[in-house]
C-alpha cells in the first residue's frame, strides 16, 4: 500500500469499486467540489474553510512542497473522499505525522475510511514517520471509531479548544499512535475481515 502501489482499486462492503490514488492538480476542482456538497454540519468540524480557491491555492503548495500527502478517492471521475497525512520536514517533530480524513456520507460504513487511513498509515511508514497523530472534535464519533479500529489512544482533551464555522466553541481529542502498533491492529482486521461476513 505504498507509493508503488498507487494508483489501486478497492471494493466496499456494498460492492461499489473505488480508486484510491494521490491527488493530481487537475483533480483541485473536482476536491474543491466534494467540500462543497459536504453537509454544513459535516464542514463545521473541518480545520480550515475548505470551499475556497484560496484554500485549494494554500493546499496545492502544501503538497508540491511535499508538507502533505494526499491522497483521494474517486468513484468514477468523482472525489467521494480525501485523506492527508501531514508533516513536519524539519525540527524536532519530524517523526510525528498528522492524518485528516474526510468522507461522502454515501459512501460513509463501508469501509473507505479504514482503506484510506491504512493506506495513509502505510505512506507514513515509508516516509520514515514514527509515531501518527489524528485531532477531531467530541461529536466526531465516526471518525474517532475508524482510529480506535486501528489501535489509537486519546492523548488529550483540550477542552473548548477549537471554534467551528458557527462559531460554537467545541473540545479537541488528540488520539495518537506509534507505526508498529498501527500495523499490528491492521493486520488483526485482515486476519478478521471477510467479504461475505453477515451473510
Keep these: 500500500m505504498g507509493l508503488n502501489t498507487l494508483p489501486r482499486t478497492i471494493t466496499l462492503h456494498d460492492g461499489r469499486n473505488l480508486e484510491l490514488r494521490l491527488l493530481e492538480v487537475a483533480d483541485c ?27 485549494a491555492d494554500r493546499f496545492l503548495r502544501k503538497v508540491a512542497t511535499k508538507e502533505v500527502l494526499c491522497l483521494v478517492a474517486m468513484d468514477g471521475d468523482k472525489v467521494v ?37 491504512s493506506t495513509l498509515v502505510k505512506l507514513a511508514t515509508d516516509l520514515g514517520i514514527e509515531k501518527i497523530i489524528v485531532s477531531m472534535v467530541e461529536n466526531q464519533l465516526g471518525t474517532r471509531h475508524t482510529f480506535e ?19 460554537i466553541k467545541r473540545d479537541l481529542i488528540i488520539m495518537a499512535n506509534d507505526v508498529s502498533q498501527i500495523w499490528a491492529a491492521m493486520e488483526a482486521m485482515v486476519q478478521d475481515y471477510s467479504p461475505h461476513q453477515g451473510e
Design 81 to 117: 473522499g480525501e485523506g492527508s497525512l501531514y508533516r513536519s520536514m524539519y525540527g524536532w517533530t519530524k517523526h510525528v505525522g498528522e492524518i485528516r480524513l474526510t468522507t461522502a456520507r454515501s459512501h460513509r460504513r463501508q469501509g473507505l475510511g479504514l482503506a484510506m487511513a
Design 149 to 167: 479500529k486501528l489501535g489509537f489512544q486519546k492523548e488529550a482533551v483540550l477542552p473548548r479548544h477549537v471554534k467551528d464555522i458557527s462559531g
Design 29 to 55: 476542482l473536482g476536491l474543491v467540489e466534494f467540500y462543497r456538497t459536504l453537509p454544513e454540519q459535516d464542514r463545521q468540524v473541518l480545520k480550515d474553510d475548505v470551499t475556497t480557491k484560496e484554500w
